[in-house]
């Protein structure tokens, strides 16, 4: 067999020789079926017959025989020889030299070997430099995932050939691509290896750029500060090898970073150094892009006209050097720029260009960018719809090329969009995506931006706490990367918050830092926004004036730096403020600006934002035929944009149109509309809103059913917001002012069917709400609620009072089941803020003629009120304008004289008043005989009658029964207090220790009465006196200031005794004296009086005696001393605090009103045992 098969062989070879592959290859064949079993025989029989193959250009057949070869004869050079070269053919590089070597470890000088080794090295260093090349080229084009490929290529190979430079590079590239698809993780790993192969090579300008590149990546993941310090470094080496491009190059790069920062000064001034080089190396491409960097900075300061005059530069530069790409961009930063100077419209015909040059160069991710924004620029057009479009094809552009980072964006624009549209659910979901791809490629700054927004939606859906937790967390983020920018906006975001939350000195806080960064990063627009918030917060405030100042600095800066949008917004908030001061025709004035101007711009929702304030002036002015043609041409355009939200809210003022004109059934179709949308939108603000203004309409009807229905609903939603804001007691007292009506509706539907004590329970249900929610987090009771409960445990004589319309309702407790109400309807009045105002007058009055200082303004009222509804019950009419009598009688005429009969032959009374009812001097009140009311009856108020409940269910070791602290004159030494130095009070020192002898206790006084110790001892004692100086807004105590302050100069965190510092310390103190001026005082709200008294109820205090006014020392002195002389007898408070006055009287010195009637007993009547104590 042997003989045979090498008989073919030899055929074979000579075929071969004579040109006859074909042939031989038959040959070889029939020698390989012979099957003998020689192996070195067979292996030159499958050898040669790969080289007939190769011959043949069959490379596989012949690869395939050279396998086979090897694998019988190990050593077989020729077949080795073969095999490589097959391989060589068929490009499978790994392949190939695997085989070669294979060879070259047999025959390491091989010469066939090493020559088509160092062929197939250069024909690799070729297709690794073709696969970088075009790594590069679908980078460009935004292909990234293609660009991924090419560059993986180009790694294999360079770490095939051990070509270290070219891994390196392949490293810095495929960094770039991962960076492109937002992968920045994965990009930094990328860079880091390249700058390890840089510093392992030598290669310096290599080095630089990996630090360049990582300085990007830190960047885009919102790492400003990481980012710096990498271009720092790059520009370092740059300067040390000569490479002016690099130094350029790495000049730009710090100043985009320091752009994130929002260091826009700065940032310029690094473009500006980026631009000089550029053109010093006569790199034009490099100086289009330093203007086109500095343009962006310039739009980051808000100057919007000089950004598009180096955007414009920048563009002729890319058409100069034939760069289409850059002339894309140029166009797309152009857009950007038009459309925040309110231009949308040409901002959308930049857009399209570059949307047209970006599909012309097939760049997907930049055609994805201009569909983006596209977006933007309808939106601010108010266009909604065909906004969102344009951002759904971004986001499918993005998901196709796989660009997460764009995909975040795309997501992000698409919840602003909704947010827009009022669809605020769809919104969060949209910015939860955002917020967590922003996380899976750790971008920091999108992380805070996704925050932000979700903040915006929802504050836009009435949850303003849940909105504040996330703009604090956008604020912690922007501190934390260093984003000076991203810091302010999280400020102004804050300040939207609170101000909804009606908590408008916190919201002026954060708009005022706001506006100091602005200033100090020099964002002029950022800074005109501040000035629009603060008007906003100060017109919420009701100091219109003040208002109008800061709007016409925001339209000044909108004039100045060409935002023709903006411009409009200063107008309608000029337009507001105007409203409030009750200047209509100056108010329409600047609404029709503002309307011309969003004509002019073609901004949608700008004009229909302006014809719904103008419904709003001429609904204010009673011309309802104008107000419904401009609540049409709104609604119109609130529909047609899809905007639910702007429709909600027109729907509620059309239906307020309609009920003004008692067209009762047209208004209940506009408030069920707003219902609706309210529902849809999840809006539970709205949903109240809406709930509480059908229960009016229905009540004008006379469907009395369902209208308390509607009350009570609302009722139900405004008590689940605010348990929502749980221990948040500002906030709580915030939002309950702004939301009076359901709960009036309430009783005054019962009052109406006839059902006395469930409209005083309804009322009360209205009553000191977040009061009681810190009363019953103190007490912890079971079920203090008034609510079909017993009043067996309310005291003899108690008079609930409650304001609505012209009429005061005065409902008198003579005993547990002899409730008495009487309706008084005072001085023909027919608005609720008459009355209020009215009173308000009255009380500033009575302390005038007292002799006691009062600064609180009193405002007029507006005269648009819509008419209130009547209750059907027998009213007494009380007209008193005209009277020649004192403040006090005239008081006395609304409030005791239509119920005296009720309260004849007791000596006791308790007032549970209402609005400008708190502030009233009830003990100097006087009949038509001058006799005052304390003559005859002890006096106390309660804030609602649940809380006194409260008081008396709490368990009965709560309060302490021994226990004294005294504070008298504090050290006020370097306390600057509102521009000058505090006087001491040495009466105050007295009178504290004149009571510390009667109860054998040391005061604190002078330097010893420090905040620091009077809130150490405040929680452990049964009585507390306290005698200094109050703030007269709110009564809140000025104390010595700590002595382990941070700052020589006292602050007011120092020495200042607030309602919050009470309410955190907790008290079990069964009385609480102030001997402090106005600590019966505070803002009066819905809430009650929000002051020093309030907070120490709430802190757990069963009784307050605090102040109406600044009172005389002596005159404390001798009052102190009668008070406590009939305590130390076992009387109770009220008892106590009318005989001091009483005994006040009989002293020829101390009889004016002005030295005992500043004293007010809040809570419980106590009594107290002094030899406990």
Not at 248 to 274: C, D, E, P, V, W
Not at 676 to 703: P, V
Request: with cysteine; hydrophobic share 35%.
């Amino acid at each position: 067999l042997s003989v045979i098969a090498k008989e073919c062989l030899e055929k074979g070879n000579k075929e071969y020789r004579q040109g006859e592959a074909n042939n031989a290859i038959i040959s070889y064949t029939e020698g390989l079926q012979v099957n003998c079993k020689d192996k070195r025989l067979n292996a030159k029989l499958y050898s040669n017959r790969a080289t007939a193959h190769f011959r043949l250009a069959n490379y596989v057949e012949c690869l395939d025989d050279a396998t086979v070869a090897v694998q019988l004869e190990p050593t077989l050079i020729q077949a080795i020889e073969k095999g490589a070269r097959a391989c060589v053919e068929l490009s499978w590089d790994k392949e190939a030299r695997s085989w070669l070597h294979m060879g070259l470890t047999i025959e390491n000088n091989n010469e066939r070997l090493l020559q088509l080794l160092r062929k197939s090295n250069a024909e690799l260093k070729v297709k690794a430099h073709t696969y970088a090349s075009l790594g590069c080229a679908y980078y460009r084009l935004g292909q990234f995932k293609t660009a991924i490929q090419y560059h993986q290529r180009h790694l294999e190979i360079a770490k095939e050939v051990g070509d270290k430079a070219g891994e390196g590079r392949s490293y810095g590239n495929l960094g770039n691509a991962y960076q492109g698809l937002g992968q920045f993780k994965t990009a930094i790993q990328y860079h880091q290896r390249h700058l390890e192969i840089a510093k392992e090579v030598g290669d310096k300008a290599g080095e630089g750029r990996s630090y360049g590149n990582l300085g990007n990546a830190y960047r885009s993941l919102g790492q400003f500060k990481t980012a710096i310090q990498y271009h720092q470094r790059h520009l370092e080496i740059a300067k040390e090898v000569g490479d002016k491009a690099g130094e350029g190059i790495s000049y730009g790069n710090l100043g985009n970073a320091y752009q994130g920062l929002g260091q826009f000064k700065t940032a310029i001034q690094y473009h500006q150094r980026h631009l000089e080089i550029a053109k010093e190396v006569g790199d034009k491409a490099g100086e289009g892009i330093g203007y086109c960097h500095l343009g962006n900075a310039y739009q980051g300061l808000g100057q919007f006209k000089t950004a598009i005059q180096y955007h414009q530069r920048d563009l002729e530069i890319a058409k100069e050097v034939g760069d289409k790409a850059g002339e894309g961009i140029s166009y797309g930063n152009l857009g950007n720029t038009y459309r925040s100077l309110g231009q949308f419209k040409t901002a959308i015909q930049y857009h399209q260009r570059d949307l047209e040059i970006a599909k012309e160069v097939g760049d997907k991710a930049g055609e994805g960018i201009s569909y983006g924004n596209l977006g933007n620029a309808y939106q601010g057009l108010g266009q909604f719809k065909t906004a969102i479009q344009y951002h759904q094809r971004h986001l499918e552009i993005a998901k196709e090329v796989g660009d997460k980072a764009g995909e975040g964006i795309g997501y992000c624009h698409l919840g602003n969009a909704y947010d827009s549209l009022g669809q605020f659910k769809t919104a969060i979901q949209y910015h939860q995506r955002h917020l967590e791809i922003a996380k899976e490629v750790g971008d920091k700054a999108g992380e805070g931006r996704s925050y932000g927004n979700l903040g915006n939606a929802y504050h836009s859906l009435g949850q303003f706490k849940t909105a504040i937790q996330y703009h604090q967390r956008d604020l912690e983020i922007a501190k934390e990367v260093g984003d000076k920018a991203g810091e302010g906006r999280s400020y102004g975001n804050l300040g939207n918050a609170y101000r909804s939350l009606g908590q408008f000195k916190t919201a002026i806080q954060y708009h005022q830092r706001h506006l100091e960064i602005a200033k100090e990063v020099g964002d002029k627009a950022g800074e005109g926004r501040s000035y629009g918030n603060l008007g906003n917060a100060y017109r919420s405030l009701g100091q219109f004036k003040t208002a109008i100042q800061y709007h016409q600095r925001d339209l000044e800066i909108a004039k100045e730096v060409g935002d023709k949008a903006g411009e409009g917004r200063s107008y309608g908030n000029l337009g507001n403020a105007y409203h409030s001061l009750g200047q209509f025709k100056t108010a329409i004035q600047y609404h029709k600006r503002d309307l011309e101007i969003a004509k002019e711009v073609g901004d949608k929702a700008g004009e229909g934002r302006s014809y719904g304030n103008l419904s709003t002036v001429y609904c204010s002015l009673r011309q309802f035929k104008t107000a419904i043609e401009y609540h049409q041409r709104y609604l119109e355009i609130a529909t047609e944009a899809g905007n639910k939200a702007g429709e909600g809210r027109r729907y509620c003022l059309l239906g307020r149109i309609h009920l003004h004109q008692r067209e009762l059934t047209k208004a209940i179709e506009c408030y069920q509309r707003h219902l609706e949308i309210s529902k849809e939108a999840g809006d539970k603000t709205g949903m109240a809103c809406s709930l509480c203004s059908l229960g009016s309409s229905f009540e004008c009807q006379g469907n009395l059913m369902m209208a308390f229905d509607c009350y009570h609903s609302s009722v139900q939603l405004y008590d689940d917001i605010r348990a929502s804001l749980q221990l948040h007691d500002q906030w709580k007292i915030s939002y309950r002012n702004q939301h009076q009506s359901a709960y009036k509706g309430l009783w005054r539907i019962n009052l109406n069917q006839g059902q006395v004590v469930k409209a005083l329970l309804a009322a009360e249900k209205g009553r000191a709400q977040a009061l009681r929610d810190l009363m019953a987090t103190k007490y912890q009771p079971g079920d203090s609620s008034t609510h079909g409960a017993s009043l067996s445990w309310v005291p003899l004589s108690t008079v609930f009072i409650a304001i609505n319309g012209p009429c005061v309702y005065l409902w008198v407790c003579l005993s547990e089941d002899n409730i008495q109400m009487r309706q008084v309807h005072v001085n023909n009045y027919k608005y609720e803020e008459e009355l209020e105002c009215f009173t308000k007058l009255l009380n500033k009055t009575a302390l005038k003629e007292i002799g006691a200082r009062d600064t609180v303004p009193i405002e007029n009222p507006p005269l648009d009120s819509p008419t209130e509804e009547k209750v059907a019950n027998q009213v007494i009419p009380v007209d008193v304008r005209h009277s020649q009598s004192s403040a006090l009688k005239k008081l006395h005429d609304i409030i005791v004289a239509p119920i005296a009969d009720l309260i004849e032959g007791n000596d006791e009374i308790t007032f549970v008043p209402e609005g400008p009812f708190c502030l009233v001097p009830y003990a100097a009140l006087q009949d038509s005989d001058s006799s005052y009311l304390s003559d005859s009856f002890r006096i106390r108020v309660l804030p609602s009658l649940t809380t006194l409940k409260l008081i008396h269910d709490c368990p009965a070791d709560f309060h302490m029964k021994t226990g004294a602290l005294l504070v008298g004159d504090p050290c006020f030494k370097h306390i600057i207090y509102e521009g000058g130095l505090l006087v001491q009070l040495p009466g105050a020192r007295k009178e504290v220790e004149m009571i510390g002898r009667i109860l054998h206790v040391s005061p604190l006084t002078g330097q010893m009465a420090t905040k620091d110790e009077v809130l150490k001892r405040i929680s452990s004692v049964a009585l507390i006196h306290i005698a200094a100086h109050g703030k007269l807004e709110t009564g809140e105590v000025i104390l010595a200031p700590n002595t382990t302050r941070e700052n020589p100069q006292p602050q007011e965190k120092d020495y200042l005794l607030t309602m919050k510092d009470v309410i955190e310390a907790g008290l079990r103190a069964r009385l609480v004296v102030l001997s402090c001026c106005h600590t019966a005082r505070g803002e009066v709200m819905a809430e009650g009086v929000v002051g020093m008294a309030r907070a120490l109820l709430g802190a757990g205090a069963r009784s307050v005696v605090a102040t109406l006014w600044a009172i005389d020392d002596e005159g404390t002195l001798e009052f102190m001393s009668f008070f406590y002389d009939a305590l130390a007898k076992g009387k109770r408070a009220s008892e106590a605090l009318n005989q001091a006055m009483k005994c006040m009287r009989e002293i020829e010195k101390f009889k004016k009103e002005i030295y005992w009637a500043p004293f007010v007993l809040i809570g419980d009547d106590v009594n107290l045992d002094f030899k406990d104590i």
